[in-house]
């Protein structure tokens, strides 16, 4: 079965510093995705990496993806509070008929003033 | 609509009643995917839905999960004879492709609470 961790599990980081949030998955995907979901809420689609090497960048978060290291990091600058949510990496994988969605267990952001 | 949306939002249950949570899809979305999201943990997949075909159903906890499509597009989940472990947040997604071979758009989610 295919498994995918995320590192660390709680972050608590001030205002204004950087950080990296890290997807590790166990078996071969082209494809990485990352969602946020606030408290009580959906999740929110942030970025989609489609191939090895892909980067991307949104305001204040840039993903990127290895996939030879099966790795995905998650990269936060200069945080602010608004950003304070918890972060799912999910990887897809085909089966015989469908591309089914792993996800890992979130990381719970939570950005001080 | 816009987005994905699931009724109810909220459900609280007597142990051994049954529930129905409903799904309306994106509009012209073929795949549906059904999810499962207890407390602190990341969304794990129940069951897949390509038009009106279930074409996966190996994530469904155990017999007293069912799920329909039966025309192609709102969903209804259905839990018989709930029990407390099965309080969690389910959550519905459809995609544009078949297969599920794009981003998935998720609803809100329905939390059920079994007493």
């Known amino acids: 079965e295919l498994k995918v961790e995320q590192n660390p599990l709680f972050l608590s980081m001030q205002e204004g510093k950087n950080y990296t949030i890290y997807c590790n998955y166990s078996t071969t995907s082209d494809r990485l995705y990352w969602y946020r979901q606030d408290p009580g809420k959906s999740l929110e689609s942030l970025f989609v990496l489609l191939s090895n090497g892909a980067v991307k960048q949104e305001g204040r978060l840039m993903a990127s993806l290895d996939t030879k290291a099966r790795l995905s990091t998650l990269h936060i600058t200069a945080a602010v509070h608004d950003l304070s949510a918890t972060y799912f990496c999910?990887?897809?994988?085909?089966?015989?008929?469908?591309?089914?969605?792993?996800f890992g267990s979130g990381t719970k952001l939570n950005v001080k003033p | 609509g816009a987005g994905v949306s699931q009724s109810p939002r909220y459900k609280v249950a007597k142990r051994g009643q049954d529930v129905a949570l409903r799904c309306d899809p994106i509009s012209g979305h073929v795949s549906l995917f059904w999810y499962q999201q207890a407390l602190g943990q990341g969304p794990e997949f129940l069951t897949y839905f390509q038009n009106e075909a279930q074409l996966d159903k190996s994530g469904l906890p155990s017999d007293r999960f069912f799920a329909e499509r039966p025309e192609g597009s709102v969903s209804t989940l259905k839990i018989q004879r709930t029990q407390q472990e099965d309080s969690a947040v389910y959550l519905c997604a459809s995609s544009f492709l078949p297969r599920g071979d794009n981003e998935q758009f998720f609803g809100p989610g329905t939390r059920l609470t079994v007493l």
């Open positions: 999910a990887v897809d994988v085909f089966l015989y008929n469908f591309n089914k969605f792993y």
